[in-house]
């Protein structure tokens, strides 16, 4: 019995001598943030553009970026396949935007369009050509505006980029920035235009315009003309006459059918006037004679 206990011990510890411990199994993959769809060069990253899933871990480059905020909001340098993780090369520096790229001569505006309406309900993006639309605010009730105006300043201009976005982005219903490609007499227009008016852009098939201005009558259309209504024959300007006696100036202002509307005394100026039909200057010289040869012919 003690023989067949000690057999069972040395066993035991034999056992426990020549026992190895079992690791458990290295994991293959690991959960990073990939791109859910292609990102475009000059997209601003968000939330949308990105989902989690699991890949091989010996096929991570190192600059890999493994959290998700590190890479949302950041602009995307390169395209980005969808279902490719995210590398840190293919992004800008955080807060670092593209590069404008103009052409020779141009310059690069940005304009609030308000609503999404305005940018045709955000189907224009960067790239795109349109037209810019101005129409007048106010003076709805003034009938040299016959009922507020709206004309086309300029068409064919490019779109560079749509609230920083230069890249297909969401469109805000509150209003956009929209930064176009100008020439530099359309920028002085455009900038007081969006001063004065509201700014709407339309989409251009026909791709790059002139450069031009569209400023001639044919680009302009106003509430009278679409109710086909005919402005108010204006009234004539006032009949102004002015009086000169001595060293004092009296104006007097009569409205068409000759009533007087207002008047008014000024001192004259220091310069002796030019008498009126009527009017008498009793201290002026009278004029000097003409020569015999210069006086008017007696007519038959």
């Not at 079992?22 to 943030?33: D, F, G, R, S």
């Not at 505006?145 to 490019?158: A, E, I, N, S």
């Amino acid at each position: 019995m003690f023989g067949a206990i000690g057999l069972l011990v040395v066993a035991y510890v034999a056992k426990n001598l020549l026992a190895v411990e079992e690791k458990p199994p290295q994991a293959t993959t690991l959960l990073v943030p990939m791109a859910a769809v292609d990102i475009a060069p000059g997209t601003t990253v968000s939330e949308v553009h990105i989902g989690k899933a699991p890949y091989p871990i010996d096929k991570l480059a190192s600059d890999t970026l493994r959290v998700e905020r590190l890479i949302v909001g950041r602009v995307a340098k390169s395209e980005i396949k969808a279902a490719n993780p995210i590398r840190a090369n293919q992004l800008y520096q955080p807060g670092e935007l593209p590069p404008l790229e103009l052409k020779t001569d141009k310059r690069a505006v940005t304009v609030n369009v308000g609503e999404s309406t305005s940018l045709v309900d955000g189907l224009i993006k960067p790239g795109n050509f349109v037209d810019v639309l101005f129409t007048v605010n106010g003076n709805s009730n003034d009938d040299v505006m016959q009922g507020g105006m709206t004309m086309r300043l300029f068409d064919g201009v490019k779109i560079i980029a749509i609230n920083r976005n230069m890249a297909q982005a969401r469109i805000e219903r509150g209003g956009n920035n929209v930064t176009l490609e100008l020439t530099e007499p359309q920028a002085n227009v455009l900038v007081l235009a969006e001063e004065r008016g509201t700014i709407t852009l339309t989409y251009n098939p026909n791709g790059p315009g002139t450069g031009g201005l569209a400023l001639d009558s044919s680009e302009r259309v106003t509430l009278y003309q679409i109710l086909g209504i005919k402005p108010p024959t204006q009234e004539p300007e006032p009949f102004t006459s002015e009086i000169f006696r001595g060293s004092s100036r009296s104006v007097h202002r009569f409205n068409p059918s000759g009533r007087l509307i207002d008047n008014y005394s000024t001192p004259a100026p220091n310069t002796r006037p030019t008498l009126r039909s009527g009017d008498q200057d009793r201290n002026a010289t009278p004029p000097a004679p003409l020569p015999a040869d210069e006086l008017p012919k007696p007519t038959a």
